[in-house]
């Protein structure tokens, strides 16, 4: 099948998992994860309308977006180190990585020297598991209130990456977790903070994760086929 096709079965399925929870199908956006694949791949799922994708790698991202319409919107969503962020300034519309208070520290003096205001997402390492990046279930709310602190941050809510699991219904609890970690930040009403979005689900278990409230679901294989 073409990347249209799987973009149309996947928008498809959105639609459906949205519906059979009452929930809007346009409250959730797909997040294309573009990492290792060539421009020319990301330009066809952007002719068929996809807009918004993601990408891991910093020097990956530098070399493919000048070679791709201006309209996309690019999100970073791998680990970050804090000496490449100043490259992102001016070119991600939302970071899903933040994971520490450096890092935050770090965005906001670069996006203060842009004069703009940076959105990003808090990192939760929602299973506790040793592989996985993120701050801690019990860290999430401090980091929140340190980082609103920064006046070129803006907190938009969470993201996490679950054990991967064979059937998705076992990774439901992890994105019920962050959920409900969510409604627990948002409860502290920490001005410059809000959880409007839950970035969760990739290919294997997108539905699950919508069922559970993710607004944004990051979707690679499912859309582009194996990493090239």
């Known amino acids: 099948m073409s990347i249209a096709d799987n973009l149309q079965r996947i928008q498809d399925r959105i639609h459906c998992a949205?519906?059979?929870?009452?929930?809007?199908?346009?409250?959730?956006?797909?997040?294309?994860v573009s990492k290792t694949q060539p421009a020319d791949a990301i330009a066809a799922a952007g002719e068929a309308g996809q807009r918004i994708f993601g990408e891991n790698y910093v020097q990956e991202l530098l070399e493919k977006a000048p070679l791709l319409p201006q309209d996309i919107q690019w999100h970073f969503i791998g680990a970050l180190q804090s000496n490449k962020v100043k490259y992102l300034s001016g070119l991600t519309s939302l970071i899903h990585s933040?994971?520490?208070?450096?890092?935050?520290?770090?965005?906001?003096?670069?996006?203060?020297?842009?004069?703009?205001?940076?959105?990003?997402?808090?990192?939760?390492?929602?299973?506790g598991e040793?592989?996985?990046s993120g701050t801690t279930v019990s860290g999430a709310l401090e980091l929140a209130m340190e980082a609103s602190a920064f006046p070129?941050?803006?907190i938009r809510g969470l993201m996490t990456m679950p054990p991967f699991f064979d059937e998705p219904e076992r990774a439901r609890p992890c994105f019920r977790a962050?959920?409900?970690?969510?409604?627990?930040?948002?409860?502290?009403?920490?001005?410059?903070?809000?959880?409007?979005?839950?970035?969760?689900?990739?290919?294997?278990?997108?539905?699950?994760?919508?069922?559970?409230?993710?607004?944004?679901?990051?979707?690679?294989?499912?859309?582009?086929?194996d990493r090239r």
Not at 21 to 32: Q, S, Y
Request: net charge negative; proline share 2%; with cysteine.
């Open 18 to 32: 949205a519906a059979r929870t009452g929930r809007d199908p346009d409250a959730v956006r797909l997040v294309a």
């Open 98 to 127: 933040v994971d520490r208070i450096s890092l935050a520290r770090e965005i906001d003096r670069q996006w203060e020297k842009a004069g703009k205001v940076c959105d990003i997402l808090l990192q939760v390492n929602i299973s």
């Open 130 to 132: 040793e592989t996985k």
């Open 152 to 154: 070129h941050l803006r």
């Open 178 to 225: 962050l959920r409900l970690l969510a409604d627990t930040i948002e409860a502290q009403k920490i001005p410059g903070v809000s959880m409007v979005e839950l970035s969760m689900g990739m290919s294997g278990d997108y539905e699950v994760a919508i069922e559970e409230g993710a607004t944004l679901v990051r979707v690679g294989t499912a859309i582009f086929g």
